[in-house]
């Protein structure tokens, strides 16, 4: 790159009228020219290789967060890096019954309390089991109840299967 005082003589030689270094400096300031000492737009304020940002934090931090679809906030815990974030009742379900949850299943709190992560509190139910607990009125605010309306939820689905297939004249197999 050039200094300003040799792009003055350049300007002088090239158009015929002479200006200032600080004419210049400002005319490259305005039009956003690069500069000689380092890039220029979003170049310049990035990351550099093997920094990290000041906002990072360690694995295991936990964070609430509040969809904007749901009145209802939800516990997350880092899991790896980067950026790996699960629901902390997930995770608690998962250490303490020693699987994964599977794919089709959801971890309810027994007690409606999103705070309480004991292992008898957590419990794991099917998508379709939720909706018909919801539809029904099965979730309550003890834990015991609420395993007992899951229950009844799955009783209530056998029931309709059973009802869907009688009425196609028993041409179809009930599931397991």
Request: net charge positive.
């Amino acid at each position: 790159m050039r200094s300003c005082r040799e792009v003055a003589v350049m300007f002088a030689e090239r158009f015929g009228v002479s200006r200032t270094t600080g004419q210049i400096k400002d005319l490259v300031d305005r039009r956003k020219f690069p500069k000689s000492h380092g890039a220029v737009g979003p170049a310049a304020t990035q990351f550099k290789r093997g920094s990290t940002p000041s906002h990072r934090v360690p694995v295991g931090t936990e964070r609430e967060w509040k969809r904007t679809s749901s009145p209802h906030s939800q516990i997350y815990v880092k899991v790896a890096e980067p950026r790996k974030w699960r629901a902390k009742a997930r995770v608690e379900w998962e250490r303490a019954n020693g699987r994964v949850v599977p794919k089709g299943h959801c971890v309810l709190f027994g007690d409606g309390n999103r705070r309480n992560f004991a292992p008898d509190n957590l419990i794991l139910v099917t998508k379709e089991q939720m909706v018909v607990m919801v539809g029904n009125g099965l979730c309550y605010e003890h834990s015991d109840l609420t395993k007992a309306g899951a229950a009844i939820a799955q009783l209530k689905m056998k029931k309709n299967e059973f009802i869907r297939y009688k009425s196609k004249g028993g041409r179809r197999c009930l599931k397991e």
